[in-house]
T-cell receptor, first 110, second 113 residues
Framework: QQPVQSPQAVILREGEDAVINCSSS?????VHWYRQKHGEAPVFLMI?????EQKGHDKISASFNEKKQQSSLYLTASQLSYSGTYFC???????????FGTGTSLTVIP | DGGITQSPKYLFRKEGQNVTLSCEQN?????MYWYRQDPGQGLRLIYY???????QKGDIAEGYSVSREKKESFPLTVTSAQKNPTAFYLC????????????FGPGTRLTVT
């Protein structure tokens, strides 16, 4: 029931764009996105709810395709501070248990 | 200043000993969670609680126990039955389930030798 993320890892140069995908085998109620720096706790980025929506702040945005049971995180004009591991988290329509995805390591280089 | 605290930050134990990790929140959140993270891996749910005096097992509950006697506190005990206890343990809380963000504590790095 753990959502699958792709790619597993990506390296970008400053200013480049990236897309991280999160797919679930279950119909979803919500999708969360978090970023974790090495040795630190995950930090919340955004939540998308059932009904299909897009959200964004600054140069980071996300979409939620309910029919496809997947979400994508878009990072545009990447900055060095974007480096870290990105996790999606999902709650299915059928229950309250929350699952984090497999993670995507993103490295931004000068 | 609201938040979640976990203590200690680093913990060392000998094999065969039980150890309890502390998690306290002053955010007035109903839901609390314990996750385990191994190097280079994602977060796996150990236990979660949506209300005082109630908790549910996550995917990897074997060898762990919890209690939720107070809204603010959700301690995790790593028992000697846990085969590979060395890991980074993260506690989180949220105002509810799915539609509420989770706030994480700084984590406890447990090493068992």
């Amino acid at each position: 029931q753990q959502p699958v993320q792709s790619p597993q890892a990506v390296i970008l140069r400053e200013g480049e764009d990236a897309v991280i995908n999160c797919s679930s085998s279950k119909a979803l109620y919500s999708v969360h996105w978090y970023r974790q720096k090495h040795g630190e706790a995950p930090v919340f980025l955004m939540i998308l709810l059932k009904g299909g929506e897009q959200k964004g702040h600054d140069k980071i945005s996300a979409s939620f395709n309910e029919k496809k049971q997947q979400s994508s995180l878009y990072l545009t004009a990447s900055q060095l501070s974007y480096s870290g591991t990105y996790f999606c988290g999902t709650e299915a329509n059928t229950g309250n248990q929350f699952y984090f995805g497999t993670g995507t390591s993103l490295t931004v280089i000068p | 200043d609201g938040g979640i605290t976990q203590s200690p930050k680093y913990l060392f134990r000998k094999e065969g000993q039980n150890v309890t990790l502390s998690c306290e929140q002053n955010l007035n959140h109903d839901a609390m969670y314990w996750y385990r993270q191994d190097p280079g891996q994602g977060l796996r749910l150990i236990y979660y609680s949506q209300i005082v005096n109630d908790f549910q097992k996550g995917d990897i509950a074997e060898g762990y126990s919890v209690s939720r006697e107070k809204k603010e506190s959700f301690p995790l005990t790593v028992t000697s039955a846990q085969k590979n206890p060395t890991a980074f343990y993260l506690c989180a809380s949220s105002a509810g389930t799915g539609e509420y963000e989770q706030y994480f504590g700084p984590g406890t790095r447990l090493t068992v030798t």
